[in-house]
């Protein structure tokens, strides 16, 4: 016998394709077992302005194949109050709910931890970032489609940056971790990676480009996580014009064109699968866990460790895209 009877499903913090994938999984899993479902909109605000709505199986048709998030999606500071996590706890009162998942990030778990301490609610936490960076799982929901985007964007910038015999340096997101960083740059054949986990001075890359260019290497593609620790793309591109006046060189940002789109079809099933746990895990009557997929198994992490322990970068493939690089 199922512990819960009504479940509500938000997404939070920085929109990720594959969230619409993953709340269809919800919805659907709790038709089918006979649960009722509703969507908050607009997150964490959402709960607070009771702006809650039921979902039927129909509600999600047509739905896995779209980027962004149907629910909306929100940085909430009403939320982070007390008498707003009371009001968003009585809204749910109001409409019965008896357990709630919430898909995002970092701040997006703590927010949930906090509401489950403070009113005893059982939640469970599903990880959409496009940042990859939440510990506990092998992947987050978003990550596939957005490193696929920045990889095709790069392909291009490839083209005209050999035409021109350019050094092009190309922005991609990841405050705080660069495994969007890395795995476009091994996946582009970048010749350096700027990543916030590891200092790499100007100095040295003016080396290695130089390097490169006696080795007759004509174009290069460098790529920077925002979160790095020289600045951003700009910055990083004028300081080495300032060493190298001969480099022709130019820069790109990628921005949010990595937050949308289609999501791939490795997302999709990831979000399908994680989906259909969350409620699972709801019904089995655990709460404070997210989910996660390591070694292609369902993992469900402790809250408090998903959210303040580390995921790290992988050091051989960090070493590997060196080698590769020359
Ligand atoms: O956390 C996801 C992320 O896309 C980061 O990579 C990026 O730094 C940030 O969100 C951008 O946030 P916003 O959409 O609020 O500008």
Same mark, same amino acid.
């Given at each position: 016998?199922?512990?819960?009877?009504?479940i509500?499903?938000?997404?939070?913090?920085?929109?990720?394709?594959?969230? /619409?994938?993953?709340?269809?999984?919800?919805?659907?899993?709790?038709?089918?077992?006979?649960?009722?479902?509703y969507?908050?909109?607009?997150?964490?605000?959402?709960?607070? %302005?009771?702006?809650? %709505?039921?979902?039927e199986?129909?509600?999600?048709?047509?739905?896995?194949?779209?980027?962004?998030?149907? =629910?909306?999606t !929100?940085?909430?500071?009403?939320?982070?109050?007390?008498?707003?996590?009371?009001?968003?706890?009585? #809204?749910?009162l109001?409409?019965?709910?008896?357990?709630?998942?919430?898909?995002?990030? /970092?701040?997006?778990?703590?927010?949930?931890?906090?509401?489950?301490?403070?009113? /005893?609610?059982?939640?469970?936490?599903?990880?959409?970032?496009?940042?990859?960076?939440?510990?506990?799982?092998?992947?987050?929901?978003?990550f596939?489609?957005?490193?696929?985007?920045?990889?095709?964007?790069?392909?291009k910038?490839?083209?005209?940056?050999?035409?021109? #015999?350019?050094?092009?340096?190309?922005?991609?997101?990841?405050?705080?971790?660069g495994?969007?960083?890395?795995?476009?740059?091994?996946?582009?054949g970048?010749?350096?990676?700027?990543?916030?986990?590891?200092?790499?001075?100007?100095?040295?890359l003016?080396?290695? =480009?130089?390097?490169?260019?006696?080795?007759?290497?004509?174009?290069?593609l460098?790529?920077? !996580?925002?979160? /790095?620790k020289?600045?951003?793309?700009?910055?990083?591109?004028?300081?080495?014009?300032?060493?190298?006046?001969?480099?022709?060189?130019r820069?790109?940002?990628?921005?949010?064109?990595?937050?949308?789109?289609?999501?791939? !079809?490795?997302?999709?099933?990831?979000?399908?699968?994680?989906?259909?746990?969350?409620?699972? !895990? =709801?019904?089995?009557g655990?709460?404070?866990?997210?989910?996660?997929?390591?070694?292609?198994?369902?993992?469900?992490?402790?809250?408090?460790?998903?959210?303040?322990k580390?995921?790290?970068?992988?050091?051989?493939?960090?070493?590997?895209?060196?080698?590769?690089?020359?």
């Amino acid at each position: 016998m199922s512990s819960v009877k009504r479940i509500a499903v938000l997404t939070s913090g920085g929109d990720a394709p594959g969230m /619409n994938a993953a709340i269809r999984a919800v919805v659907r899993t709790c038709v089918y077992h006979d649960l009722h479902v509703y969507g908050v909109i607009r997150g964490f605000d959402g709960l607070i %302005k009771g702006d809650i %709505k039921r979902l039927e199986a129909r509600d999600v048709a047509n739905i896995i194949q779209r980027g962004g998030t149907i =629910l909306k999606t !929100a940085r909430s500071d009403s939320f982070e109050t007390k008498e707003g996590r009371q009001i968003a706890y009585e #809204n749910l009162l109001a409409n019965d709910i008896d357990g709630l998942i919430v898909i995002g990030g /970092n701040g997006t778990y703590a927010g949930g931890l906090q509401f489950m301490q403070e009113f /005893n609610l059982p939640v469970v936490g599903m990880p959409g970032t496009i940042d990859n960076d939440i510990f506990g799982t092998d992947y987050c929901i978003g990550f596939d489609t957005a490193i696929n985007t920045a990889v095709d964007a790069v392909d291009k910038i490839r083209d005209t940056a050999d035409s021109h #015999n350019r050094i092009f340096f190309i922005e991609v997101m990841g405050r705080h971790s660069g495994f969007i960083a890395l795995h476009t740059g091994v996946s582009s054949g970048a010749g350096a990676i700027f990543l916030p986990e590891r200092e790499m001075s100007i100095e040295e890359l003016t080396d290695l =480009l130089r390097k490169s260019a006696k080795r007759q290497k004509l174009f290069n593609l460098v790529i920077v !996580a925002e979160g /790095n620790k020289n600045g951003d793309a700009n910055e990083i591109a004028k300081q080495v014009k300032v060493l190298n006046p001969e480099f022709d060189v130019r820069v790109s940002v990628i921005g949010h064109l990595q937050r949308g789109g289609s999501p791939s !079809a490795m997302d999709r099933v990831l979000a399908s699968r994680m989906g259909h746990s969350a409620v699972q !895990a =709801l019904m089995r009557g655990e709460s404070g866990v997210a989910i996660g997929l390591i070694n292609d198994k369902i993992t469900f992490t402790p809250f408090h460790d998903a959210i303040h322990k580390r995921k790290t970068l992988n050091k051989e493939l960090v070493k590997m895209a060196e080698i590769l690089a020359m």
